[in-house]
C-alpha cells in the first residue's frame, strides 16, 4: 500500500513537473521586430529600446529581436556576472531550428578573442583587405588586438565556416561591449539565408517561426584539444622518467599529487558553468 501510494505520490510530480517545463517553453514565444534601417553592429545598443527587451531570471539575461528580409538581429544581454562567468572562455552560441524543434544541427559561435597583430594581418586579408606597408606597420605598434570572431559550427560545435557559407550572403556578425552593470552585451547579426545547413526550403523566412537555441559554458573543442595535447605530453614525461604502469605505485602518486596541483590553476581544471536554454521566435513580416 505504501509503495503504491509512492508510486501515485511520484506520478503526480513527474505531471507538475511536465507542466512546468512546457509552460516555461510556452511563455519564451518572442516576437521579432521589423528593423526599418539595418542595425548597426557595435554591441553599443543605442538602437535598441528599453521596452524592446523580455528579462529572464534564469540564467539571468535579457533579449531582444529584430529583423529585416536579409538578416535577424540580436541584442543579447548578461544581467549579472554568475550568468555571464563562462561565455568569455567559450563564446555565445546561437542554434536555429525552422522544423519547431529543439535540435541542434548547425549553428553559429560569437567569441572574443584577443590575439597578436600578425594574426589581425592575416585575419583583415583573409576578409579581402588591401593592406599597404604603412598600414602593416601601423597595425604592428600595437602587440596585441581585440577579434570578434564569427564561426558557422556543426552540432559538435566545430567551426564549419568556409564550407558552409556561400558566395551570396555576408557572414555572421557581432560585437561585444560591457554595460553600465559591467556585465557583458553581445549585438548579433545572423542572416536569414544562404547557408548550407538552411538550404531546402530550410531557410528562415520573415513572417514565419523559427526555435531559437542560446548556448555557453562548457568545454569547446579547441578546450578539448588541449586538455587532450596537456595528456599526451604526461604520458610521454610518464614514459620518460620510466614510471611503472601500476597507478598505486608511490612515484605515480607523487606525479598525479603534482599534476592535480598544477590543474588547479588552469582553465580547463574543471568545465566552465553550461548554460542553454531555446525560444520560439516569430520574424516579423515584411511590409
Do not use: C
Request: glycine share 8%.
Amino acid at each position: 500500500m505504501a509503495i503504491k501510494s509512492f508510486r501515485n505520490a511520484f506520478l503526480i510530480i513527474l505531471f507538475l513537473f511536465i507542466v512546468g517545463i512546457l509552460g516555461t517553453a510556452e511563455e519564451k514565444a518572442v516576437e521579432s521586430q521589423l528593423a526599418v534601417t539595418p542595425v548597426t553592429i557595435d554591441g553599443a545598443g543605442t538602437e535598441w529600446q528599453p521596452d524592446e527587451f523580455i528579462t529572464q531570471e534564469k540564467p539571468a539575461v535579457s533579449y531582444s529581436f529584430r529583423n529585416d528580409g536579409k538578416n535577424m538581429y540580436v541584442y543579447f544581454v548578461f544581467n549579472d556576472r554568475k550568468a555571464q562567468s563562462s561565455v568569455m572562455a567559450t563564446g555565445l552560441k546561437v542554434w536555429l531550428n525552422v522544423e519547431g524543434k529543439t535540435k541542434k544541427a548547425y549553428g553559429y559561435r560569437f567569441i572574443q578573442k584577443q590575439i597578436s597583430a600578425d594574426e589581425m594581418i592575416a585575419q583583415m586579408e583573409k576578409k579581402g583587405s588591401k593592406l599597404t606597408g604603412e598600414k602593416i606597420n601601423e597595425i604592428k605598434k600595437s602587440s596585441s588586438y581585440i577579434f570578434f570572431q564569427s564561426d558557422v559550427i556543426d552540432k559538435k560545435g566545430n567551426p564549419k565556416t568556409e564550407e558552409a557559407i556561400t558566395g551570396e550572403v555576408t557572414p555572421p556578425l557581432f560585437k561585444a561591449k560591457p554595460t553600465q552593470k559591467k556585465t557583458m552585451a553581445f549585438e548579433l547579426k545572423i542572416p536569414l539565408k544562404g547557408l548550407i545547413h538552411l538550404k531546402n526550403g530550410g531557410e528562415l523566412i520573415p513572417g514565419k517561426a523559427v526555435m531559437v537555441g542560446f548556448e555557453w559554458g562548457g568545454m569547446t573543442p579547441e578546450m578539448r584539444k588541449q586538455l587532450m595535447a596537456r595528456r599526451a605530453a604526461r604520458g610521454s614525461r610518464a614514459s620518460a622518467s620510466g614510471m611503472s604502469s601500476d597507478p598505486t605505485t608511490e612515484s605515480n602518486v607523487r606525479a598525479r599529487t603534482t599534476e592535480m596541483t598544477a590543474n588547479s590553476a588552469s582553465p580547463l581544471a574543471g568545465n566552465p558553468p553550461k548554460h542553454a536554454f531555446w525560444l520560439d521566435v516569430t520574424l516579423a513580416a515584411e511590409k
